[in-house]
């Protein structure tokens, strides 16, 4: 709230400059990160505040906008208070960026409430405040080929021989904790990316091994790469199969209809070469490797590189639409069990929040607003009567 002061210009009338508007918070993909690890250390974000207005009709600065990196391949799912989660976006490309929570509008100088009849105005509007929303994100790493098998099958062990990628390698099995992505050359101008899940156990689509963690990474690549254990007898392989088959597709029954190789590895070890040739008379698409020797690597490359062309392209979800169902003007009025009423509403309550309840005249433009809106005559329509107790958002009043 501010007057025009100018020399020989006696009661130059309102001269109160607006508040500047609220930063908003973004979330952008960027193929600088790989992780979500360091929203471990920091999970409350802020936008910067607008700036006050100022004297002579001066309008304050807007904050600045708030945009938080994500690696390529984060789900963003947004709750509000009271409301059910909902997924908003869905990062798949880098650059990309979604609006996860809009600044406040800046509140309106003392000018602006200037009338004919009222023309010195003694109250200017309070800023609205911006959304709060809770967020969960979710990384689905983005590959071409997901290789899939029982623990110590030794898919990481293949990982590191076609590309540059550098897993643990033990001989006991989970030794690899977390998923592992490499790029595969396979010549100067085609590549492709891997990813290495950790091992899938029976139960793991229910959290068993913590393949509940996991199987949401092979949802985006294109093939699955089914990795056999060639140290094993022919029974076990075979059951093997079948566990890691029906983890699929109790998580997702569409992972089953991606394209997927076979391969046994370990080749270099003689029961694996008869396990081979025994599967092969069953299906004759069976492929075998060894990572220590080399053997039907090279061979292998050229077929996951020929099916990832040949392969559709993964489908992704499907942000949902934030859509009211409720008009943006409607409110409610119920009666809490201890006699007072509750208003409740996103206009009452916005319009409640930006009042400054100091000032006598603004607190009279905030009671036209209500009957204006309608509030007034629901509160008579359910019985309020002179000294019962109004609540809207925060704010308490007495009903008079």
């Known amino acids: 709230m501010a007057w025009r002061r100018e020399k020989y210009i006696p009661k130059g009338g309102p001269a109160g400059g607006d508040g500047g508007h609220g930063g908003s918070i973004y979330v952008e993909a960027t193929p600088a990160l790989s992780t979500l690890v360091e929203f471990r250390l920091r999970r409350s974000f802020d936008a910067e505040s607008g700036k006050n207005g100022g004297t002579s009709n001066k309008s304050g600065r807007s904050g600045e906008d708030l945009t938080i990196a994500v690696p390529v391949g984060t789900l963003v799912h947004r709750a509000y208070e009271g409301k059910p989660e909902a997924l908003i976006a869905d990062l798949a490309v880098s650059g990309e960026r979604a609006l996860v929570a809009k600044g406040g509008r800046g509140g309106l100088g003392n000018q602006h409430f200037a009338t004919s009849v009222r023309q010195a105005p003694r109250y200017a509007e309070k800023g609205e405040p911006g959304e709060h929303c809770t967020l969960r994100l979710e990384l689905r790493l983005l590959a071409d080929c997901g290789i899939v098998g029982v623990p110590n099958a030794g898919k990481s062990t293949l990982l590191s021989v076609v590309s540059?990628?550098?897993?643990?390698?033990?001989?006991?099995?989970?030794?690899?904790?977390?998923?592992?992505?490499?790029?595969?050359?396979?010549?100067?101008?085609?590549?492709?990316?891997?990813?290495?899940?950790?091992?899938?156990?029976?139960?793991?689509?229910?959290?068993?091994?913590?393949?509940?963690?996991?199987?949401?990474?092979?949802e985006r690549t294109r093939i699955l790469l089914h990795l056999l254990d060639g140290a094993k007898s022919l029974e076990d392989m075979?059951?093997?199969?079948?566990?890691?088959?029906?983890?699929?597709r109790a998580w997702n029954p569409s992972l089953l209809e991606k394209p997927m190789l076979t391969c046994i590895s370990k080749l270099d070890l003689p029961e694996a070469r008869a396990r081979l040739a025994e599967l092969r008379e069953q299906s004759p698409d069976v492929h075998g490797i060894s990572a220590v020797?080399?053997?039907?690597?090279?061979?292998?490359?050229?077929?996951?590189?020929?099916?990832?062309?040949?392969?559709?392209?993964?489908?992704?979800?499907?942000?949902?639409?934030?859509?009211?169902?409720?008009?943006?003007n409607a409110f409610s009025v119920e009666r809490a069990r201890d006699g007072s009423f509750v208003v409740s509403g996103e206009r009452v309550e916005r319009l409640a929040s930006m009042t400054n309840f100091e000032s006598d005249e603004a607190l009279a433009r905030f009671e036209r607003a209500l009957e204006r809106i309608g509030v007034e005559?629901?509160?008579?329509e359910m019985g309020a009567v002179e000294g019962d107790t109004v609540r809207i958002g925060s704010y308490e009043f007495t009903y008079s």
Do not use: M
């Not at 592992?180 to 139960?203: A, K």
């Not at 075979?238 to 699929?248: N, P, R, V």
């Not at 005559?377 to 008579?380: D, T």
């Open 293 to 328: 020797t080399g053997e039907g690597v090279q061979n292998l490359v050229y077929t996951i590189a020929r099916a990832i062309e040949e392969a559709p392209e993964p489908t992704h979800p499907e942000p949902v639409a934030r859509i009211d169902l409720v008009p943006r």
């Open 164 to 218: 540059a990628a550098r897993p643990k390698i033990a001989d006991y099995p989970f030794t690899t904790v977390e998923p592992q992505l490499g790029v595969v050359r396979v010549s100067d101008e085609e590549s492709f990316v891997i990813v290495d899940v950790p091992g899938l156990i029976e139960g793991a689509h229910e959290g068993a091994g913590l393949g509940d963690r996991f199987l949401r990474h092979v």
């Open 238 to 248: 075979l059951h093997d199969k079948a566990t890691i088959e029906g983890e699929l």
């Open 377 to 380: 005559r629901r509160l008579r």
